[in-house]
């Protein structure tokens, strides 16, 4: 700032000085040639009378070298020249001063040499006999009065310059000093000059403004980052030419890009064919869904324009996480054929059992052994629609299923004690390890799960095996394994386990028995108490599920 005013100053100064020296100059150019003229007026009046009374012998005695003088006939000859022979001059009728001394009885002109050097100043006066005498001096011109105290004047201006600079550097730091010093955030408190007390009352007034509106603005941010911080939902929000302004962290995963950095273009996180669909309709003024199938994620997505005065401003691309729903939708269908075809099949033996009865087609002897088919299917049936709605049950977060205070080693030992007839039928050891844990859960669902887990050590299991069953508190969580010394579980299959209906021993399911929906209760009664399950087995070797969950949760 002191620059700019020590300039400003300083240019001013300078461009004053100029033209003062350049109006000085052409104010004593202009009084010299005045003068000068005035001077060759006097002078032609003199001679006049000298000429009136003696003719040219009072003309051959003057002595004057600086004027010329000339006396002209009324035709323009010339009769005497005290400067060249009169006699070889040529007329002088074409002449400016001349032809106005004839017309008005005096004439002035000046005439500028070819080199600009000097000028000729000329005088007419017409005499009483028609005659003409003209006096003639020369003088220099305006370039050589300029080039003649060109060196004066340049010395001048630069004292005067050295003069300006100095003073206009003073000025511009007594202007600055007291501006720079002032504190803007408390700038009523600082002592200037009285002229700029009024703007430091509106500086104090718009940063009273300033901090009341940064502080409305922060207070909104805030809230804004809080509302979408919190969303699950990805929240974009870009420019008229597809530039990021704002962003959520759930932006960030469903787009599956580590960062996010304002300013940059959406193309260059996403270029898919959904993206660009979104944001090209967007941008066209339209809304668009599209679905975008990204980093093993199923996203919905959403893009609405912003108008502004009729004209797309910007646009807003909300990213909606539709993965689980696709694939509950997945689940449901399958879920669905494979109810179907466990249904279908106890149907179709019961249906086919009892037709052959209604046809007369069993022997008496052999009603019995059909009564008990058609019994054990509908039994198998019924297993299966109680564990469908108990899964459902699950699934739905029935509301019926209450929390309690659960003795956690008293249902081992219950399920224990339920399928120990069923161990010994197929001379498996039982044994069961625990410590007295009390817990807060659903009684049935964990009756259930551990039940489940032993049901299925057993069956899966060889003749003359064994099933270790332990419960265990480790710090903040319940541990319960299962470890069985059975057929165990091939690697490829140990992932889908706890799918609906799945059965690792496809060749031996029937006469293993069970509904395939057993792993799958479990599993949904380990999620429901915030928990996991994990799987270790190794073929032909055995099998251990071990079951994690926290001590406390929130439902």
């Not at 006096?135 to 105290?149: D, H, I, K, P, R």
């Not at 395939?516 to 479990?522: D, K």
Request: glycine share 6%.
């Amino acid at each position: 700032m002191t620059n700019r005013i020590f300039r400003a100053i300083f240019l001013v100064a300078a461009a004053v000085m100029l033209a003062v020296s350049l109006l000085t100059m052409g104010m004593m150019y202009q009084f010299s040639a005045e003068e000068t003229t005035e001077k060759l007026q006097r002078e032609t009046e003199y001679i006049a009378c000298g000429i009136e009374k003696d003719g040219v012998r009072y003309l051959e005695k003057i002595k004057d070298a600086e004027t010329r003088i000339t006396w002209v006939d009324a035709d323009g000859t010339v009769l005497y020249d005290s400067s060249a022979d009169a006699s070889e001059m040529e007329n002088h009728s074409d002449r400016e001063e001349i032809k106005e001394a004839m017309q008005s009885g005096e004439g002035n002109s000046k005439r500028i040499s070819a080199t600009l050097s000097g000028q000729t100043l000329y005088h007419a006066e017409r005499l009483t006999d028609g005659t003409i005498l003209r006096l003639s001096v020369e003088t220099m011109s305006v370039v050589a009065v300029f080039l003649t105290m060109a060196f004066p004047l340049v010395l001048i201006l630069a004292m005067m310059m050295a003069v300006s600079v100095f003073l206009a550097f003073r000025t511009a730091k007594n202007i600055t000093s007291p501006i720079n010093e002032i504190d803007l955030e408390h700038p009523e408190q600082a002592e200037v000059y009285e002229e700029l007390t009024p703007l430091l009352r509106r500086i104090a007034v718009q940063n009273r403004e300033i901090h009341r509106q940064m502080a409305e603005l922060k207070r909104r941010k805030e809230e804004f980052d809080t509302i979408t911080s919190n969303m699950q939902e990805g929240l974009l929000v870009m420019d008229g030419e597809g530039d990021i302004l704002s962003y959520n962290a759930a932006a960030k995963t469903l787009l599956g890009v580590d960062a996010v950095t304002e300013g940059k273009n959406i193309f260059s996180l996403n270029r898919s064919a959904a993206v660009r669909r979104s944001v090209e309709g967007a941008l066209a003024g339209a809304h668009r869904e599209e679905r975008l199938e990204a980093n093993g994620r199923i996203c919905q997505i959403f893009a609405n324009p912003v108008f502004r005065e009729e004209e797309v401003a910007g646009m807003i691309l909300v990213l909606l996480d539709a993965t689980e729903k696709e694939e509950r939708e997945q689940l449901r269908r399958e879920f669905t054929a494979n109810v179907s075809h466990e249904l279908k099949t106890p149907l179709t033996s019961i249906s086919g059992f009892a037709e052959i009865m209604k046809n007369g087609m069993v022997p008496p002897a052999d009603m019995g052994k059909f009564a008990e088919k058609i019994y054990n299917e509908a039994q198998r049936l019924i297993a299966l629609v109680q564990d469908i709605i108990k899964l459902s049950k699950l699934d739905e977060k029935d509301t019926s299923l209450c929390e309690e205070e659960v003795e956690l080693d008293a249902l081992v030992q219950e399920a224990c004690e339920r399928l120990q007839p069923a161990a010994e039928r197929k001379r498996v050891t039982l044994s069961a390890e625990t410590e007295p844990i009390l817990f807060r859960g659903v009684k049935q669902v964990l009756s259930e799960m551990i039940y489940n887990l032993c049901d299925n050590a057993i069956r899966y299991n060889k003749e003359g095996g064994a099933v270790f069953v332990t419960l265990k508190q480790k710090a903040d969580r319940i541990s319960l394994t299962v470890r069985d010394t059975g057929i165990g579980i091939a690697r490829e299959e140990q992932g889908r386990i706890f799918e609906r209906f799945y059965r690792v021993d496809k060749s031996h399911s029937k006469e293993i028995g069970g509904t395939g929906l057993g792993l799958a209760i479990t599993r949904s009664a380990v999620t429901k108490h915030h928990g996991n399950i994990q799987v270790e087995s190794k073929e032909g070797e055995g099998t251990t599920f071990t079951v994690r969950i926290p001590l406390s949760y929130i439902p």
